[in-house]
């Protein structure tokens, strides 16, 4: 437990920090950078506007309703930090910001208890996610889904229909029932890594996640799915909720960080953006601080790590034209652009094909396309049309709420496009490989 001392260290730092408030010059180089931005042209909704405002609170402004909304619009899609001349860490500023407003209001009831539900008891439970994957996979499965779609009732319902037109598709079976397994490596071990599974992951990107193991085996890694994992706090991060942030971030350090791995990874790049920032979640902790350090040496996103091996070079055809959307929080938070293009540019038969403004954030931004649907359907109808530019007949990107999104896209404003991860087509072309070896190999 920390002490008192370090509990009021800990909640002084969940502000915006005045060093990095006085780092913004505004110069506006971010404008263009930002989504909201470039959508509003309003200077409040800009980077620079939201610093501007940030400022007036820490010089004893009141948090107004008005200034809630211009924190909460922002994506926190951090394009403005690769923008910026000046090295603003404005992911942090405005995650301080939300942490600030978080502990000086009083919601209502029900958001408090939607809140509650969401983030201090579904995401980091195993059970009640188990128990909502089988609900949405019922409803999925036996009809239900298709008939309520079909019906056209959802029209009449407003939000609760426009939510459920982005529901996730369930996997079953479950990622969950790999939980505490080690998967040997195929041929010579070279490296042994953990993974992060991930919470929603586990039920929604259930064949994602084993196409991960699948590559990582191929190319010489055993690979650990440590069974003391939890969520990585990310989408509580961008929602100010940080102290239980930090309670997910020291039961994650707990299972993972003296387990000797050579790497731990993710193939979620929103998750890896906060697990590469635990040593700032957990600064003040003396219990956690040196540990989470530890823990971030040892980060990586999947495609940063394949991208620095020696790859398997067994990959068969994929006869596509690809083109790729860039995670923010992996362009931007994590700052790996060449990596994921480089292992699309090394499958044989695949075409790639650069898209027009691929590292601007196509609307999805964790819970984003739920809380402010309208503005993220904007900009994804934005992104659509830059994607159908490319003519490219398969969106590749590396993150899971990227490609849920895509997939919406392409339902109403794509050209039929596949959406895949990264890692999808790397496994693709491994079997791809494999199957014409063992057809060369088959007597006549």
């Known amino acids: 437990m920390a002490t008192s001392e370090a509990l009021h260290a800990i909640q002084s730092s969940d502000a915006p920090r005045q060093a990095d408030l006085d780092r913004c010059v505004h110069c506006g180089l971010c404008l263009n950078a930002c989504p909201t931005y470039r959508e509003l042209h309003l200077e409040m909704d800009s980077p620079r506007g939201r610093i501007f405002q940030m400022k007036q609170v820490a010089e004893g402004a009141p948090i107004t309703d008005a200034y809630r909304e211009h924190i909460d619009l922002c994506l926190a899609c951090r394009g403005c930090e690769s923008a910026c001349p000046s090295g603003v860490s404005y992911g942090r500023l405005v995650e301080g910001a939300r942490a600030q407003i978080e502990s000086s209001i009083r919601r209502p009831w029900t958001e408090r208890l939607v809140r509650d539900l969401v983030f201090n008891r579904l995401l980091p439970s195993r059970t ?16 239900l889904q298709r008939f309520v779609r079909g019906s056209g009732m959802l029209g009449q319902f407003g939000r609760l229909g426009e939510l459920e037109a982005l529901s996730p598709q369930a996997e079953a079976p479950f990622f969950f029932e790999q939980m505490g397994r080690v998967f040997p490596a ?22 994602l996640n084993e196409a991960t193991v699948r590559v990582l085996q191929t190319n010489g890694c055993e690979v650990t799915v440590p069974d003391g994992q939890t969520c990585c706090g990310a989408l509580h991060v961008h929602a100010g909720i940080r102290d239980t942030a930090r309670q997910l ?5 707990d299972a993972l960080a003296s387990g000797g791995f050579d790497a731990i990874l993710t193939n979620a790049a929103g998750c890896g953006s906060t697990l590469k920032e635990y040593d700032e979640l957990l600064e003040h902790d003396p219990a956690y601080a040196t540990r989470a350090r530890e823990f971030v040496a040892k980060m990586k996103d999947v495609t940063e790590f394949l991208a620095s091996i020696e790859l398997n070079p067994r990959l068969g055809e994929v ?7 860039d995670s923010c929080h992996l362009a931007h938070g994590q700052r790996v652009r060449s990596a994921p293009r480089d292992l699309l540019k090394r499958i044989p038969g695949l075409t790639f094909r650069e898209m027009p403004l691929a590292d ?41 709420g990227c490609m849920l999104q895509l997939r919406v896209g392409v339902v109403r404003h794509g050209q039929g496009q596949r959406v895949v991860h990264v890692i999808e087509l790397l496994d693709e072309a491994y079997r791809n490989w494999m199957a014409a070896a063992t057809t060369a190999a088959a007597p006549v």
Do not use: W
Request: aromatic share 6%; net charge positive; proline share 1%.
């Open 128 to 143: 009640l996610l188990r128990l909502a994957g089988f609900g949405l996979r019922l409803y999925q499965a036996s009809g």
């Open 186 to 207: 195929r041929g010579e071990r070279k490296h042994r890594v953990a993974l992060m599974a991930g919470c929603i992951a586990n039920v929604c990107f259930s064949r």
């Open 249 to 253: 971030a020291r039961k994650n350090v």
């Open 319 to 325: 006869r596509a034209a690809v083109t790729y959307q």
């Open 360 to 400: 601007i954030c196509c609307g999805s931004a964790g819970i984003y396309n739920v809380v402010h649907t309208d503005m993220s359907m904007a900009l994804l109808e934005k992104k659509m049309a830059n994607v159908n530019s490319t003519r490219a007949e398969c969106i590749a990107t590396a993150n899971p």
